[in-house]
């Protein structure tokens, strides 16, 4: 019986690390998907690794991909950078699931049929980070994960985005090698419906230009308020923004710092915000 029971361990010990060390099937180059039959024969393969950049449809505003879904890509572990882009018929990147590791940068521009992106939850790590003109997109939840330093924060005319809370663990913007002012920079523009910044919340430190601009409906800074330093500050066309109370603390500690405030709800001069009067 002792036997027995010695021999069944050894084989689920064996099983169970034969399992855990599969061999990673690695595509050695960059690739690009514009249609779905390139998408199911790559799904053929098993890759499991791409070293270089995946591009999921086609560069963006010279035309539009008909790439239904991206079920092939769902082996994917780990690639060099990932752009989703000028997709209209693509309406969820859920195959997307398994993928763990982005070692640069992640895009998804002008994907009108994209109503999440819940699936890039289990990524905790890219350096840049792209989200422009995704016109059904309500929220960024799936980025939860990702945390600490980005190199480059975008967030630009996505007209259905109400909130950016899937940032809440980003803590600095900064690209040490690089000391470019429009290096390491935050940007959030022209996204009509978002009602605040508070997903921004844990940001402390921006090197580079940080830019609030057209987003019509939020009314305060307040996300901000933790934010320490900054290399310019700008903030404009925010026609319903009253409060700049969470910018406060930030001109208080560098108060040579070049900013622009213009054509909002309220625009106090910086001395307004070192004096406390930061709303209207």
Do not use: H
Request: aromatic letters at 6%.
């Amino acid at each position: 019986m002792k036997k027995i029971t010695f021999i069944l361990s050894f084989f689920i010990l064996l099983f169970n690390c034969s399992k855990d060390q599969e061999p990673e099937v690695v595509y050695e180059s960059d690739i690009i998907f514009n249609t779905q039959q390139q998408v199911d024969d790559f799904g053929k393969e098993g890759y499991t690794k791409v070293t270089g950049a995946v591009m999921i449809g086609v560069d963006y505003g010279n035309q539009t991909s008909s790439i239904t879904n991206i079920e092939g890509l769902s082996t994917l572990s780990s690639i060099g950078s990932l752009i989703i882009s000028g997709n209209t018929v693509l309406s969820n990147i859920e195959p997307l699931s398994n993928l763990k590791s982005i070692d640069e940068g992640l895009a998804i521009l002008g994907n009108t049929a994209l109503t999440n992106i819940n699936s890039l939850k289990k990524i905790t790590y890219i350096e840049r980070l792209w989200i422009f003109d995704n016109s059904q997109l309500t929220n960024i939840d799936g980025l939860e994960n990702i945390s600490s330093n980005l190199k480059l924060l975008r967030i630009e005319q996505n007209e259905s985005l109400e909130n950016i809370d899937g940032l809440k663990n980003i803590s600095t913007i900064s690209d040490v090698n690089n000391d470019s002012p429009f290096a390491a920079r935050l940007e959030i523009i022209g996204n009509a419906k978002l009602k605040n910044l508070d997903g921004l919340t844990n940001l402390n430190s921006v090197g580079g230009y940080l830019d609030i601009s057209g987003n019509g409906s939020i009314t305060n800074l307040n996300g901000l308020k933790n934010l320490s330093t900054a290399g310019y500050l700008r903030v404009r066309w925010n026609s319903n923004l009253t409060n700049l109370c969470g910018v406060e603390p930030l001109i208080k500690n560098l108060p040579n710092l070049d900013m622009t405030i213009e054509k909002n709800a309220y625009n106090p001069t910086k001395q307004n915000l070192i004096d406390g009067n930061c709303s209207n």
